[in-house]
């Protein structure tokens, strides 16, 4: 039988990810933190052993504003709330100096460069597919552009990350049209369902769940989920919150995560841990030390049991050696 896996993915977005809910100029610091500490992650990943997912906004990719100009898509989003736009957003700021907090083409080569790590797409704009007055059309624009940058990178994209996880069926196939192998898919719960309604309820019960609940969030493969003419949905388990100055929850957090991967372990599961690289942007080397109790937890568990850190493509391609018809 087969051992069990570890899979890490990244949504690195830097502020594309949140322009619409901080204001920039309250985080640059916070995002200067975040560039500094995403080597730093490379690092401990590289000592560990460890494969990771990094979906990564394509707009990343550009230079400066003038790049960010030239590599408009030929169709945009038009949300009905426009302060959704990541367009609307950057006009309004590209004359103040940004580009630290917009863009990141080295680190982007960095990552695609060092051993283990896939990158992967969040989409070219943060594109949000569950949200009024966005089509199809807009969504597979935007993807064939954050393709199109990959691929001047020497980069092909396999593994795709929905922003803010907003899976939309209906784009599925567009994916896989494009070329795209596999996706991030969200927890069963119902509170990780439909994200574009972040009500106050789910989000207690989000937050809530990194701390108190069953270590049950492994699953087995027969969960991966394969549809004729669409990518393979692999689910996450567990949104790992940032370091708490409370000891006592972040001990929590931390005990979770670990019980967690000792279960998946031990029962030959796929254990899927995720995060935001921007979540380390408030006290950094306390968040790299937890992540470093969790990578070194990790090695227990290969040593013990044979438990395997995979990318979300390596996963897909394990899948695929299994299943032939997995295409």
Not at 199 to 213: E, H, I, N, P, Q
Not at 246 to 263: D, G, I, P, Q
């Amino acid at each position: 039988m087969e051992n069990g896996k570890f899979v890490i993915s990244l949504d690195f977005e830097l502020l594309w990810g949140v322009f619409d809910k901080v204001h920039h100029e309250e985080k640059i610091t916070y995002f200067k933190n975040t560039r500094q500490v995403i080597p730093r992650i490379l690092q401990l990943f590289s000592e560990f052993e460890i494969s990771c997912t990094w979906a990564t906004v394509g707009m990343l990719f550009n230079s400066n504003w003038n790049e960010w100009e030239c590599n408009r898509p030929q169709k945009l989003p038009a949300y009905i709330n426009s302060k959704l736009s990541a367009y609307n957003f950057g006009n309004s700021v590209k004359a103040n100096g940004t580009e630290d907090l917009c863009f990141a083409p080295d680190l982007v080569r960095q990552i695609a460069e060092t051993p283990g790590q896939e990158l992967a797409t969040h989409t070219y704009s943060h594109y949000y597919c569950s949200e009024k007055g966005q089509t199809v059309e807009a969504f597979q624009a935007d993807l064939q552009k954050a393709i199109t940058m990959a691929e001047a990178m020497g980069v092909e994209l396999k593994s795709l990350v929905f922003p803010r996880n907003q899976l939309n069926p209906e784009y599925l196939k567009i994916c896989k049209q494009l070329g795209i192998g596999t996706v991030r898919s969200n927890p069963e719960n119902w509170y990780w369902k439909e994200t574009e309604d972040s009500s106050f309820l789910k989000k207690v019960f989000r937050t809530g769940d990194a701390y108190f609940g069953k270590k049950d969030k492994s699953y087995p493969y027969s969960a991966l989920k394969q549809e004729p003419g669409r990518p393979m949905e692999q689910k996450a388990s567990r949104l790992l919150r940032p370091y708490s100055e409370n000891s006592f929850l972040n001990r929590l957090k931390l005990n979770r995560v670990k019980a967690e991967m000792k279960t998946a372990a031990m029962k030959k599961e796929i254990y899927h841990l995720w995060w935001h690289p921007h979540n380390f942007g408030e006290n950094p080397e306390k968040n790299l030390e937890d992540l470093r109790q969790i990578l070194t937890t990790y090695k227990q568990l290969n040593r013990e049991f044979g438990f395997e850190s995979v990318s979300m493509k390596e996963l897909y391609d394990l899948q695929r050696q299994k299943q032939p018809e997995i295409v």
